[in-house]
Antibody
Framework: QVQLVQSGAEVKKPGASVKVSCKAS????????INWVRQATGQGLEWMGW????????GYAQRFQGRVTFTTNTSISIAQMELSSLISEDTAVYYC???????????WGQGTLVTVSS | QSALTQEASVSGTVGQKVTLSCIGN????????VGWYQQISHGALKTVMF??SLPSGIPDRFSGSKSGTTASLTISGLQPEDEADYYC???????????FGGGTKVTVL
C-alpha cells in the first residue's frame, strides 16, 4: 500500500534552517509529484510547492520563493523540503503529499511538527 | 483569504445527510478535479474524495460532485466518527498553484 513516512519533530531557533524528509513506498516514486503543504496551529492548509522526482522540475508558491528548496533521491525514494531563515510564524506541521500532476492529492504523510523558538 | 470558499461550519444529527460546498472559479474548479480531505481533531489528513473517485477504505456514504465552479461533498447518513474538519483543494491554472479552501467544521449533534 502507498505510504509516505515523514521524519520526526524539529525545534529550531529563528534564522536557522530545517529539513523535513518524506520516505515513499508502495508505488513507483518517479511516477508522481510530491507536494508540500503546511498547517499552523488552528489554521488551514497552505500549499508550499511541488517537485517531480523524475524530471527534477519544481514549482514553489510565491511566498516561499527563495526560502524553500525541494530535493529528491530517487534511489531511496525520499523527498526533502528545506526551509531557511526560519521565523516564529514558520511554526507549523509540514506535510508531504502525492499527486499526479495537476490532479488532486491522494496520499498524505503523517506530518512533521516544526517549532521555531528562541 | 482562501482561493476556494467553504462554509465555516455544518452540523447534523446521526443519520442525516449533509452537504459541504466549495466555491471557486473558472481557473480552478472549473478546470480541474477537486479533492476533499478529512482532518479529525487536527490530526492526520485523509483523502475522502479524489476527483470523482472514492479512495479505498472510505465508506460509500461519502460522495462528491461538481457543477461549474462549485464542488460538493455529501455525507449521506452522518456518523459520529465523521465529526472533523474537511478541506477542498484543486489546481489553479492562473496562479500555477494548488489551492485550498478554508475548511468546514462538521459537527455531529
Amino acid at each position: 500500500q502507498v505510504q509516505l513516512v515523514q521524519s520526526g519533530a524539529e525545534v529550531k531557533k529563528p534564522g536557522a534552517s530545517v529539513k523535513v524528509s518524506c520516505k515513499a513506498s508502495g508505488y513507483t516514486f518517479t511516477s508522481y509529484d510530491i507536494n508540500w503543504v503546511r498547517q499552523a496551529t488552528g489554521q488551514g492548509l497552505e500549499w508550499m510547492g511541488w517537485m517531480n522526482p523524475n524530471s527534477g522540475n519544481t514549482g514553489y508558491a510565491q511566498r516561499f520563493q527563495g526560502r524553500v528548496t525541494f530535493t529528491t533521491n530517487t534511489s531511496i525514494s525520499i523527498a526533502q523540503m528545506e526551509l531557511s531563515s526560519l521565523i516564529s510564524e514558520d511554526t507549523a506541521v509540514y506535510y508531504c503529499a502525492r499527486a499526479d500532476g495537476h490532479n488532486s492529492v491522494d496520499y498524505w504523510g503523517q506530518g512533521t511538527l516544526v517549532t521555531v523558538s528562541s | 483569504q482562501s482561493a476556494l470558499t467553504q462554509e465555516a461550519s455544518v452540523s447534523g444529527t446521526v443519520g442525516q445527510k449533509v452537504t459541504l460546498s466549495c466555491i471557486g472559479n473558472n481557473n480552478n474548479i472549473g478546470r480541474y478535479a477537486v479533492g476533499w480531505y478529512q482532518q479529525i481533531s487536527h490530526g492526520a489528513l485523509k483523502t475522502v474524495m479524489f476527483g470523482n473517485s472514492l479512495p479505498s477504505g472510505i465508506p460509500d456514504r461519502f460522495s462528491g460532485s461538481k457543477s461549474g465552479t462549485t464542488a460538493s461533498l455529501t455525507i449521506s447518513g452522518l456518523q459520529p466518527e465523521d465529526e472533523a474538519d474537511y478541506y477542498c483543494s484543486t489546481w489553479d491554472y492562473s496562479l500555477s498553484a494548488r489551492v485550498f479552501g478554508g475548511g468546514t467544521k462538521v459537527t455531529v449533534l
